[in-house]
């Protein structure tokens, strides 16, 4: 004689054969048969709620699944297919509280994160729907090999929250103006809407050499930081760039590949450009030491860098060279070794469309305006046309240094270098 678990195993799995025959009132007989045994089996119970929703009785459905969460109540399958029959009732409230606690029970359940944001969408909640969505975004992006309605489902997530995004951005433009962009007091602050729209990343500063530590890692540097003496070199533009085409036209020994590196290394990303006039420089000043015949063929460029507080560290500083980008030259992401000095951009020949990209932000060089970036933050230019690119580049104190600070820093590389 059969025990009551063995019975309804039994009348469970005549069910199942019923169903495959397509004798669906036989399969409902033997549901309510194993039922009738046991009302409080949960296995049963979600048998009787799966056919219930084939038969389209959504709150039958939903009364059997709730039964038998109620009893096995760390089983996630019950819980999504209570979901399943609220979505059919269109109850928002409990769809929520079974997609919650299938979730409670494996945050890695990939129809629960993705039932979720569909459900906070559907319910019109759009702050609600873009961090489920996210989840949802996130969690697909993470696996390597997606089953196709992960692809589909990041696809519409991605969608969505670009949409928010795009509405959003419309409102906080709408509320504080565009132009505000224009506005160098509110640069930090527009970074920071950007951050949160998505439409921009915040790097990081990461020196090769020495870090000081505590310094603003900002991309650009305030250019009201660097005046007067950087609006006067930008007056001499024109005499520099005369200088700076007659030394490329006829550059002897001072034009040399600007990427030179040692022997034996292994393919790198600066391979392309070893050894190569795609980049290539005229220094004038070279880790502290100048270049006399270069000085000498360019004096006005030399009395225009004499404007500027150089930080000299002999060996070290000041660095001041003629940078040239061929046609469709790509100088690729990196950084550089000290974030005590600041990098100075005087352009002198710049077709449209060349690009500098520093952390987050891009710009176009204009000849003749200047500025000032932080190179140990992450950044890369191109020339993306058919001629050549020249900007004047030098470098100067961090301008966030003290004038004691500075000091030290001299004293210290000297030590250092001794």
């Excluded at 050499?209 to 650009?220: S, W």
């Excluded at 950044?379 to 003290?402: G, K």
Aim: charged share 25%.
């Amino acid at each position: 004689m059969m025990n009551a678990a063995t019975e309804i195993q039994a009348k469970l799995v005549g069910a199942v054969n019923a169903r495959q025959r397509g004798q669906f009132a036989e399969e409902l007989r033997l549901l309510d048969q194993a039922l009738e045994i046991n009302p409080r089996d949960p296995i049963a119970l979600n048998a009787r709620g799966m056919r219930a929703l084939a038969d389209k009785d959504a709150a039958g459905a939903a009364n059997y699944f709730s039964r038998a969460a109620e009893i096995e109540p760390r089983e996630p399958t019950l819980w999504m297919n209570l979901a399943t029959a609220a979505r059919m009732l269109s109850d928002a409230a409990v769809e929520r509280i079974a997609l919650d606690k299938a979730l409670d029970i494996d945050r890695l359940n990939f129809m629960a994160v993705l039932r979720k944001a569909e459900l906070e969408e559907r319910c019109g909640a759009p702050k609600d729907a873009v961090v489920a969505w996210s989840a949802v975004v996130q969690f697909a992006s993470s696996l390597v090999d997606r089953a196709p309605i992960m692809d589909e489902a990041m696809q519409r997530g991605k969608a969505f929250v670009a949409a928010h995004r795009a509405t959003l951005a419309a409102d906080i433009d709408k509320e504080f103006g565009e132009d505000r962009l224009a506005d160098p007091d509110l640069r930090r602050f527009n970074a920071c809407l950007d951050y949160v729209l998505g439409r921009r990343a915040i790097y990081r500063n990461e020196c090769h050499g020495v870090n000081f530590p505590f310094l603003p890692a900002d991309e650009y540097f305030d250019k009201r930081l660097f005046l007067p003496w950087l609006g006067e070199i930008e007056k001499r533009t024109d005499a520099i760039r005369k200088e700076a085409l007659a030394l490329v036209e006829n550059p002897g020994e001072a034009l040399r590949p600007y990427v030179r590196q040692e022997k034996g290394l292994p393919e790198n990303k600066w391979s392309k450009l070893d050894q190569s006039l795609d980049w290539g420089a005229c220094f004038l000043w070279e880790y502290g030491e100048p270049n006399q015949p270069v000085i000498d063929r360019c004096p006005e460029t030399a009395a225009a860098l004499a404007l500027a507080p150089q930080n000299r560290i002999p060996g070290k500083a000041p660095t001041a060279f003629f940078s040239i980008l061929r046609p469709h030259a790509h100088i690729p992401p990196h950084t550089g070794v000290t974030n005590t000095r600041a990098i100075i951009h005087v352009p002198l020949v710049v077709p449209e469309g060349c690009w500098l990209r520093v952390g987050g932000e891009t710009r176009h060089w204009v000849e003749g305006q200047a500025f000032a970036f932080d190179d140990t933050i992450e950044h890369e230019a191109l020339n993306p046309t058919d001629d050549i690119r020249i900007v004047l580049i030098f470098d100067v104190w961090n301008p966030h240094l003290t004038q004691q600070e500075q000091d030290l820093l001299s004293r210290m590389f000297a030590i250092q270098d001794s």
